[in-house]
T-cell receptor, first 114, second 116 residues
């Protein structure tokens, strides 16, 4: 079935370590997004990508990095520069047509810094 | 700059009653899209309904309808005949321009609890 796969589902890391969250989609969507969600709060945009080899910063990009070498993949690296990385991370992609173009989401990755 | 505001952190509604979740937005782009998503306690994000800025009629999807008031920049979600399974977080979101590849931002959400 088509969809978005995020891995790992749960991740623990020590302070000072970089960690990479995987996001893969087989929906043939051009656009992909990363959001951060803190408990009881909304989704904040970290990075988004419209096409391969191109991406834009969202509202909270500091301490994060991404790459888009393939259409299907949009990994997110949480670097040691991110001051408070413990959060729920959601990856999404958008339908490659104008109009609704709603986001399709993965199941999320929950990162805990020990 | 884009902005989405949801002013109701939490709401309690009796089962079978209708409920309105508020959403206001701000954008300088004449072409934009508005979405509502539901997030149950499991964490998944479920797309509910979409309204384009040039759509003449309010969007409807089953028990969900979007009360779109362009001049007031509001896009309230109306759920008719609420059910226990409607208990969840609800997020309003906006995409500037009609490009599916543009920036999409979310509001802070409303936690809806349905009482039996």
């Amino acid at each position: 079935d088509g969809g978005i796969t995020q891995s790992p589902k749960y991740l623990f890391r020590k302070e000072g370590q970089n960690v990479t969250l995987s996001c893969e989609q087989n929906l043939n969507h051009d656009a992909m997004y990363w959001y951060r969600q803190d408990p009881g709060q909304g989704l904040r945009l970290i990075y988004y990508s419209q096409i391969v080899n191109d991406f834009q910063k969202g509202d909270i990009a500091e301490g994060y990095s991404v790459s888009r070498e393939k259409k299907e993949s949009f990994p997110l690296t949480v670097t040691s520069a991110q001051k408070n990385p413990t959060a729920f991370y959601l990856c999404a992609s958008a339908v490659p047509t104008s109009g609704a173009g709603e986001l399709f989401f993965g199941e999320g990755s929950r990162l805990t810094v020990l | 700059a884009q902005k989405i505001t949801q002013t109701q952190p939490g709401m309690f509604v009796q089962e079978k009653e209708a409920v309105t979740l508020d959403c206001t937005y701000d954008t300088s782009d004449p072409s934009y899209g508005l979405f509502w998503y539901k997030q149950p306690s499991s964490g998944e994000m479920i797309f509910l309904i979409y309204q384009g800025s040039y759509d003449q009629q309010n969007a409807t999807e089953g028990r969900y309808s979007l009360n779109f008031q362009k001049a007031r920049k509001s896009a309230n979600l109306v759920i008719s005949a609420s059910q226990l399974g409607d208990s969840a977080m609800y997020f309003c979101a906006m995409r500037e321009s009609y490009s599916s590849a543009s920036k999409i931002i979310f509001g802070s959400g409303t936690r809806l609890s349905i009482r039996p």
